[in-house]
Structure formats: structure tokens, C-alpha cells
């Protein structure tokens, strides 16, 4: 099992302690395969794990927006106004967290244990001081956060009462994030898979207990959801660091407790481009939001609309987030191990698979639409704006799959600044010109936004795949 092959550093020189080889086997894989089987079935065992993980993601999302549908278009809009601001604030996070990921798995593919250890820790302890500082401004000035990123004045107040609560959950959900990507590195991402199980089922649980109540228990009503999405967090940090605990991740919990500013300005030289694109899309997914609450009396519906239409919507993105993932580690270990064939093959094989899937799935999703959103809410008017969201991007979600997929490859890869100005062009340059000129200049209302998000989307897939096609990314050094 742990021989080599032709060309390549022994697989046993990857990790030769004997409780390393579940969480290494799709390194080990990947060592070992020559033929296109092989190729597969490195991409399926670190693909199908990812995929149960971003269905529990999907059935929270839901939970949180029917919770909140119960009771009304009000609290819909502010769970989803307030989900793109507390996406803003873990920003540095999955930076971090990309960053880590890069430079963990080209260590594996070096059979560089040492070094791949030494990033973790650092990244673990960076990531916490970071979201402990971020955890201030969100408890103690909500409000203004709240009036300067544009909410109706309808919400405010549940959002200012539903960001205090999230902030608090900063620093675990910071450790969480990086933790799993620590995990997701080495091949082993069966303990993220466990992890984000228990944290699905918690925030799950926690959306109709604490909302609506349960036998003599009345519910807390719409700050209940706030309350389980950050008990979860929680909940998911002191597991994961329960998982350190176990074979040869105890090394994580040696010396040296400090911060190494080298080992940071490494990971930060490859996660800054991300924390910029993640800024820059956040940022402009909260001045989208400001443009559909300058629609006039068409607002209310148009946010709540989005909301639940994102929330149908992620049933595409999951296939496309787990071969994104799939191909960030593969690409990152080939490149390691001297490969750089394998890794564009791959990266060309599961963006196939990314498109085959996500077309299949947005036909059924186009065909049902108005099926679909009678699930989240019984406002005809929400209803009929939210079928329409749905048959708008569904025509496009082919090309968001070649962004994902071929994006993470080049992430993996280290090539974190191509993504970034590609992505930042999309939003900035196509999607919010449009959205505002279509949507408030022609006075097209939502449809105007609609028409302009998925015109970005056909851009940013194009201009993805040329990039990877370029085949710059191969030549990137990490060190």
C-alpha cells in the first residue's frame, strides 16, 4: 500500500505513522494512481464527504429561513441581510483558512509532516487572536455597523440583536473554520465531515426549539435562531479540538505557543488575495442588498425574495462547493509531489464533472421553481419574486460551477490573485453597475438585479477557465 511510484517520492515518506494512513489516503491515492480510475477515485473519496457536509450546510440555511418565514417577510429579510454581514466579518477567516490549506497540503506532497504541522498550529492560533478582535466592534456597536450597511429601517432592530449574538460566536466559529481546512489538507476530511454533522444537527434542533418552543416550552421567537446557529459553533470547535487530541495530531498542541510572524506572513501571503476577493464579494453583496432596498414598496419583497431564492439556489452549489474542495487539495498535493500534469488533469476532470451535475440539477430546479418556493413561504408575492430569482440564475449555473471548481484549483495551487481580480471584476465592474442601472436607472425592479447577477456569473466563468487554461498557476512557488 505505501509503495511508490514511478517518478515520485515514496508514499511512505508521506507520513509513516501507522494511524496516518485513513487520514492520508487520498495523498496516498494520488501516489499510487496512473490511470484515469485512479484520477477518480482520488477526486470521489475527498469529494463525497465535502458533499454530505454542504447538505447539512444547505438544510440549516433552509431551517433558518423557514423558522424565520414563520414569522414573516420581516425576519426573512433580516436573516438574510444579516448572513451577508457576519459572511463579511469571517472573511480573514476562510483567507486564513485558504492560506493554511495551500501550504498544508503542498507540505503532504513534499512528505514534509513537520512542516505541515507547524503551519496548522500557527494558523489555529492566528485565527483566534483575529476573530477575538473582531468579536468588539459587532457586541459593542451593532447598531452603527447596522445603519451604515443600509438596512430598511423595518429591520433594524432584529438585526442589530441578531449581529450582537453572532459576534459572540467569532472566535470558535474562526477556529472551527481552520480547523477543518487543517483537516482537509491532509486528505482527511471524514472528521469535518463528523464535526459539521453534530453542528447541523445542534443549529437545527436549536431553530424550532428555541423559536417556536416544544411542549411547555414557549420559543424565544426570531432571536432563537441567532442563539442556535452560535451554540453549534461552539459546540463544533470543542470537537474539533477534541479531534487534535488523537493520533498523531497531538503534535499540534507542542511547543511552540507562540506566534511565529514567518510561518503567519506565509500563510498571509497566500490568503490576503482571498481575503480581498472575500471582501470585495461580501462588500458587494451587502451594496446589492442596499440596491434592492432602494426599490420603494417593491423592497420587502425583493430582499425576502433573494433570501429564500439563495437558500433554494445552494442545492446546486453544493456538488459544485465539494468538487471546489476536492480540487484545492488535489492540485495543491500534486503540485507538492513534482506533478503538475496530474494536477491540471485533474483540475480539467472535476470542473466536467462540476458542469454535468449542476446542468442536470438547475433544469429540475428551473422546472420547479414555483414548487420549490411554496416551501418557504405562502406570501404570493415573495412566492411568485422568489420563482422568478430561481428561473433567472438556474440559466447560468453551469458557468458558476466552472468558477468554483476551477477557482479552488487555482487556489490550491497558490495562484490566490488571479482568482481575486477575476472575481472582484465580476462583482464590481458587471454585477452592481447593472444591477443599479437595470434594476433603479430603468426601473426594471428586481428583475433589473436579477438580469445583472447572472450576466457576472457567465463572465466570471469565462474568464476562470481562461485563466486556469493559461497555466501560470503551475509555476507558483509557496516557499
Known sequence: MFGAAAGMKPAGDIIVHKTAKRECVATVQMQLAGKEEGLWESIWDLSWPMLIIMIFNFFVGLADIYVAGLIGPAV??????????????IILANAISIGTLALVARAIGEGNRAKAMSIARQSLLFSLLVGCCLTLPGVLFPGEIIALAGFPEEIREIAVRFLQIFSLALGPNYILIISNAVFRAVGDVKKPLYTMSFVSLINILGDFVLVVGIASYPGMGY???????????????????LLFTLGWWQGIYHRPY??????????IRVGWPAAMLQIAW?????????????????????????TNGLRIEAIVFLPAFALNMAASVLIGQSLGSGNPGRAE???????????????????????????????????????????????FNMTVEPFMALSMVLGGGLQGAGDTRGTMWIIIASMWFIRLPLAYYLGIGLDY??????????????????????RFRGGRWKEIQLD
Open 76 to 89: 426573512q429579510a433580516a436573516v438574510g441581510f444579516i448572513t451577508q454581514i457576519y459572511f463579511f466579518v
Open 223 to 241: 432571536i432563537g435562531i441567532a442563539i442556535a446557529t452560535a451554540s453549534s459553533v461552539f459546540a463544533g470547535m470543542v470537537i474539533n479540538l
Open 258 to 267: 507562540s506566534l511565529s510572524f514567518g510561518e503567519v506572513r506565509r500563510i
Open 282 to 306: 461580501s462588500a458587494g453583496y451587502i451594496l446589492l442588498y442596499n440596491i434592492l432596498g432602494r426599490l420603494g414598496d417593491r423592497s420587502i419583497i425583493a430582499i425576502a425574495s433573494i
Open 345 to 391: 488533469a485533474l483540475g480539467w476532470k472535476i470542473a466536467k464533472a462540476g458542469v454535468w451535475i449542476t446542468g442536470v440539477m438547475s433544469l429540475v430546479i428551473f422546472a420547479t421553481a414555483d414548487r420549490l418556493a411554496s416551501g418557504l413561504t405562502t406570501n404570493p408575492a415573495v412566492l411568485a419574486e422568489t420563482a422568478r430569482y430561481l428561473r
Open 445 to 466: 425592479g428586481p428583475a433589473g438585479v436579477w438580469t445583472a447577477m447572472i450576466s457576472s456569473m457567465v463572465f466570471q466563468g469565462v474568464f476562470m477557465t481562461l
